[in-house]
């Protein structure tokens, strides 16, 4: 483990154990220490129905370990010492600066739920999600790298990975090596699996050629999960996924998008011309890619969550000292019922948001289908996000609406939460269909 992230275990094992005797948690309610993390983690991996809980007693999803909370002071700590200072500058360049990507490996944020045999933080999905909520509070850009390096590619990589895949790709992912997951196509967004990128079997390896849309770290990765359709007849079954080095000679990173925000996350065109790939760099078996996007968007859609509610934060943090600063007709702005009302209600909004993205980062710890409860949070936080970041600048007048207080950022990062990881509707869709098989109407 790297010096940030394990000098904070260190401390919460101290402080932990004191936490153990007072504690008795359930369901949703974290772990207090590391062994106690460990055996309430082996718990939920053997659960394979939902019966089995009952003899789990459940727990505020939103009640915090100590270990978590050390966690979300020492991220917090470092992202105001380490990102905070760069912020404008990444944004009117539309970069992020090479330095701090190398900060964020060297204190364990770019391996966080690897495990610690190869080099990661060993941290829990709900710990990955406290880190990226923190890091949004910030910089929405920087946790988008931080998500999607994390819980989408290295979770596809952790859970597909054969075990020389693992040692070679997560010992990097967790040191030095930016991950990039590629899956859209111009003709194949929402429609994720009309993939027209073709992997053509050539006995010892696969061809690939195609190109991909929107990629996300693609000029800071070295490391690409590429879906390619190797049996395009058998439809989404002959989807496969493969890994690619970014030194492959038939990858071209083309055209990067200039765009409305989260400017300093990279977002690339890539074009594959005969990328030969190894047999040995598929990931999971051929046909199986369909599976595995899915299962690790489901797990990016919670972190996405997680970056929603980490804007809604940060603007609260930026608007509510203003609100009491500001005074008008001899009032401070914040005491006025109209204005009180209002804040009010944005607060429950994102506390409810919080618990939507906690409970399934928590569920999906407990190793529970976390399909629905994915698609609540991300669709229910990023509207959430998005409200609080535009009725900050309301509440803000003129000065929200300057680029030097902050929320004019904020309310341009937002608007992505709608759109990747699957659109607003696309999480409808999903949350639709999953009430129709609950009801039995899933057939037609
Ligand atoms: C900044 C950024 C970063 C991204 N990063 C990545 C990445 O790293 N890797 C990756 O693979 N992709 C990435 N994407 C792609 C992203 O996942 C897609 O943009 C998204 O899934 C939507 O696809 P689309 O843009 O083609 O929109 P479309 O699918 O064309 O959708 C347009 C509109 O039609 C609606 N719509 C479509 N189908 C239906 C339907 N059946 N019912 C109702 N409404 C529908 C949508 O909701 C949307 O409102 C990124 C995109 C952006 C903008």
Redesign the pocket.
């Known amino acids: 483990m790297n010096k940030l992230l394990r000098s904070c275990r260190r401390l919460l094992s101290y402080a932990s154990v004191a936490a153990h005797s007072r504690s008795n948690f359930g369901l949703c309610a974290p772990p207090s220490n590391e062994k106690l993390s460990l055996s309430f983690r082996r718990t939920f991996a053997s659960v394979e129905s939902s019966d089995n809980l009952n003899n789990v007693l459940p727990g505020p999803c939103l009640v915090f370990s100590e270990d978590e909370n050390m966690l979300r002071d020492t991220v917090r700590k470092f992202a105001q010492s380490s990102i905070a200072p760069k912020v404008k500058d990444m944004d009117e360049k539309a970069e992020t600066d090479k330095e701090l990507v190398n900060q964020l490996f060297a204190n364990g944020l770019m391996g966080l739920e690897v495990p610690v045999e190869y080099g990661g933080s060993g941290l829990t999905f709900t710990e990955a999600c406290i880190v990226i909520e923190e890091i949004a509070k910030v910089d929405p850009a920087v946790s988008?790298l931080v998500d999607?390096h994390n819980t989408?590619v290295n979770t596809a990589i952790r859970k597909w990975a054969n075990p020389d895949q693992k040692k070679k790709w997560l010992t990097a992912l967790a040191t030095d090596t930016v991950g990039?997951?590629?899956?859209?196509?111009?003709?194949?967004?929402?429609?994720?699996f009309a993939l027209k990128t073709r992997a053509s079997d050539k006995g010892d390896h696969f061809v690939i050629d195609g190109g991909?849309?929107?990629?996300?770290?693609?000029m800071e990765a070295g490391l690409f999960i590429v879906?390619a359709n190797a049996n395009p007849e058998k439809g989404h079954k002959g989807i496969t996924a493969f890994i690619i080095d970014s030194k492959n000679p038939g990858l071209t990173i083309a055209k990067k998008?200039d765009?409305l925000?989260?400017r300093a996350?990279s977002?690339c065109e890539l074009v594959f011309q005969n990328a030969k790939v190894p047999k040995e760099d598929i990931l999971g078996e051929v046909g199986t890619g369909y599976k595995i996007?899915i299962e690790s968007l489901n797990e990016g859609r919670i972190g996405i969550g997680a970056q929603m509610i980490g804007i809604a934060q940060g603007c609260f943090d930026l608007i509510f000292p203003y609100l009491h600063e500001r005074k008008q007709f001899g009032s401070r702005i914040g005491d006025f019922q109209g204005v009180q009302f209002q804040y009010a209600k944005a607060r429950v909004e994102l506390e409810a948001a919080r618990a939507l993205v906690y409970n399934a980062a928590r569920m999906n710890d407990a190793g529970l289908p976390i399909r629905k409860e994915a698609a609540f949070a991300k669709y229910y936080s990023a509207q959430v996000a998005e409200r609080i970041a535009s009725k900050s600048i309301d509440w803000a007048g003129g000065m929200g609406f300057v680029k030097e207080f902050g929320l004019e950022k904020y309310y341009r990062d937002v608007k992505?939460g709608?759109?990747?990881?699957?659109?607003?509707?696309?999480q409808?869709?999903t949350i639709a269909k999953e009430m129709q098989k609950e009801y039995g109407f899933d057939k037609k």
């Open positions: 988008v999607v989408v990039s997951f590629c899956l859209s196509e111009a003709g194949s967004g929402s429609d994720a991909k849309l929107w990629i996300s770290n693609a879906f998008e765009k925000g989260i996350s977002t996007a992505i709608h759109i990747y990881e699957g659109t607003d509707n696309i409808l869709q």
